[in-house]
């Protein structure tokens, strides 16, 4: 599977950016997946319905499955959050996998980048960034800079450098 990142600071469109790129790469006939990392508290299971009091009594892994859906909970129970290696290797295989966040991981990214955060470029001193995404203009970065809202121009970015 061909692995790229979208990555910044809090605020900068990364998930407005992701949201775009699954669309448009997609509705090229590629198919994407998506990981995305949160730094905070997250759950995704209802307080009261089955799955949630299942996790909640002590089960390690938690597979709910619907004519629609399935999704695999696991709680990690004091466990180490697992390496994105890990995380990319229970995925299904797709033209690309997406990944939202990862700062400092070793996979190529797109930086997003709004003036209006108030947060100086990744781009400066992280290798792993091919290309930065920004809503001002910007000069002087050794990588290319397109439009945040030009979402073909960096799906076609994207997919040029993986090679898809």
Not at 38 to 50: I, Q
Not at 95 to 118: M, N, Q, T, Y
Request: aromatic fraction near 4%.
């Amino acid at each position: 599977m061909k692995v790229f990142g979208v990555t910044g600071w809090k605020n900068t469109g990364k998930t407005g950016l992701m949201e775009r790129l699954v669309a448009e790469i997609t509705g090229r006939g590629r198919s994407v997946s998506t990981l995305k990392h949160a730094h905070h508290h997250t759950d995704v299971d209802l307080p009261g319905t089955d799955s949630y009091r299942h996790r909640e009594a002590g089960a390690r892994e938690v597979l709910l499955a619907s004519p629609r859906r399935w999704a695999l909970m696991a709680e990690l129970r004091g466990a180490p959050e697992p390496p994105l290696e890990a995380l990319l290797a229970r995925l299904s295989p797709v033209d690309l996998v997406l990944i939202e966040g990862w700062k400092r991981a070793p996979h190529p990214k797109v930086e997003c980048h709004r003036a209006a955060a108030g947060r100086g470029l990744l781009a400066h001193d992280n290798a792993t960034i091919r290309a930065v995404a920004s809503d001002v203009a910007l000069d002087g970065l050794a990588v290319p800079v397109f439009d945040l809202d030009d979402t073909a121009a960096i799906a076609d970015f994207i997919l040029g450098e993986v090679g898809l």
